[in-house]
C-alpha cells in the first residue's frame, strides 16, 4: 500500500515510517519545509517527502485522496498552547477524514494515554473516563473525530502512545530524567514514587501502528502501553545506572528538574491495560525489545 504518514521525522513516527517500508509498504511523508525533508533523508527515513505543513490541509487531503490509507502523528503544540494544537490536530483529522469518505480505506489518528489522567490503582480500558478537570483531556475530542470517521466508511482507529515511551536513543521522556539525574546528583521520584504510568518501546509502538493498519477494525482506540511502571522503579533503575542517590521530590520541584510538562506526566497515576491490542490485533509488547529497566543504562552510557 502507499501511505501518508505526518511526523515522519519524529521520534515515534520516523520508526512507523521504517516499519511500513520494511513490511512493504511506500510511505509518503509530509515535511513542514526543505530543512524538514533534509532531516528526513539525513535520518534515513524511506519516504517521498511531501511538502505540506499541518495548515496546509488541502494539500494532506489530496495526498490522502491518491493514498490507501493515511497515519497522522505529528503534533504542534507552538508557545505551550493545547488547546491551539488541538483545534489544528481536529482540522487536519476532518480533511483527511473528508478526503477518505466512503472509500474504507484506513486512518489513524494518535493521541496519548496522558489524555485519561489519574486511573486509579487498577489499570483500565479505552472506554474509561477521563479525569474530571484533566487538561490533557481536551484531546479526547480528537479522538471523538476519529470515531465519528468510522461512520463515514472510513475504517479509523486511535493509537495512544505511552508517557514513557523509550528506547536507547536520545529521545523522549527517559533521557530527560537521567539527564536531570546526572546533572543533578540524584535520581528523582514524585512524592513517594508508587504512582504508575505507561511505558512501551518504540519499536513495539510502531509495530502497532502497523498492525492497526492492517488489521483493526473501524473506530477503535488501542492504547500503546507495553507496561505499567512504578515512577520510583523509574528512579531506581535510574540512580543504580548512575550511581547516584534517589531522591524525593515536590511537584514543584520536579518542573524545575524536568519541565513542567513532563513533571505533571510523571505525577499522575497513569495505569492502562492494553489487552484489546492484544487480543484484536495479536500485539507483543516486549516479546524482543528491551524494558526501560534495560534501557536506562544504555541511555546513561549514550548521554555520558
Not at 532531516?39 to 495526498?63: I, W
Request: aromatic share 4%.
Amino acid at each position: 500500500m502507499r501511505i501518508l504518514i505526518t511526523g515522519a521525522t519524529g521520534y515515534i513516527g520516523s520508526r512507523v515510517a521504517r516499519r511500513l517500508h520494511a513490511k512493504g509498504h511506500a510511505v509518503l511523508a509530509a515535511v513542514r519545509d526543505e530543512a524538514s525533508a533534509g532531516r528526513l533523508r539525513d535520518m534515513g527515513v524511506p519516504a517521498e517527502p511531501l511538502r505540506a505543513s499541518l495548515d496546509d490541509v488541502d494539500v494532506l487531503a489530496e495526498a490522502a485522496r491518491s493514498a490507501d490509507a493515511a497515519v497522522h502523528l505529528a503534533f504542534e503544540m507552538r508557545g505551550g498552547d493545547l488547546r491551539a494544537a488541538v483545534a489544528q490536530e481536529r482540522r487536519v483529522a476532518q480533511a483527511l477524514a473528508d478526503a477518505l469518505a466512503g472509500t474504507g480505506k484506513c486512518l489513524i489518528g494518535t493521541t496519548a494515554t496522558g489524555v485519561v489522567g489519574n486511573t486509579g490503582p487498577a489499570p483500565v480500558d479505552e472506554d474509561h473516563p477521563s479525569e474530571p478537570g484533566h487538561g490533557a483531556a481536551v484531546r479526547r475530542e480528537v479522538e471523538g473525530d476519529y470515531l465519528a470517521a468510522a461512520q463515514r466508511g472510513i475504517r479509523s482507529a486511535v493509537i495512544r502512545p505511552a508517557i514513557l515511551t523509550h528506547s536507547d536513543a536520545p529521545h523522549a521522556v527517559a533521557p530527560r530524567l537521567v539527564a536531570a539525574a546526572r546533572q543533578h546528583g540524584a535520581a528523582h521520584h514524585i512524592g513517594q514514587g508508587e504512582n504508575q504510568v505507561t511505558s512501551v518501546h518504540v519499536d513495539d509502538l510502531a509495530e502497532l501502528y502497523v498492525l492497526a493498519l492492517e488489521k483493526a477494525p473501524p473506530g477503535r482506540i488501542y492504547n500503546g502501553a507495553g507496561a505499567n511502571v512504578a515512577t520510583g522503579d523509574v528512579a531506581r533503575w535510574t540512580g543504580r545506572a548512575l550511581n547516584v542517590p534517589v531522591a524525593s521530590a515536590s511537584r514543584e520541584q520536579a518542573a524545575a528538574l524536568w519541565g513542567p510538562f513532563f513533571a505533571m506526566l510523571l505525577a499522575l497515576d497513569n495505569r492502562m491495560s492494553n489487552e484489546r491490542a492484544r487480543s484484536e490485533l495479536g500485539w507483543q509488547p516486549y516479546r524482543t525489545t528491551n524494558t526501560l529497566e534495560d534501557d536506562i543504562p544504555l541511555l546513561a552510557a549514550l548521554l555520558a
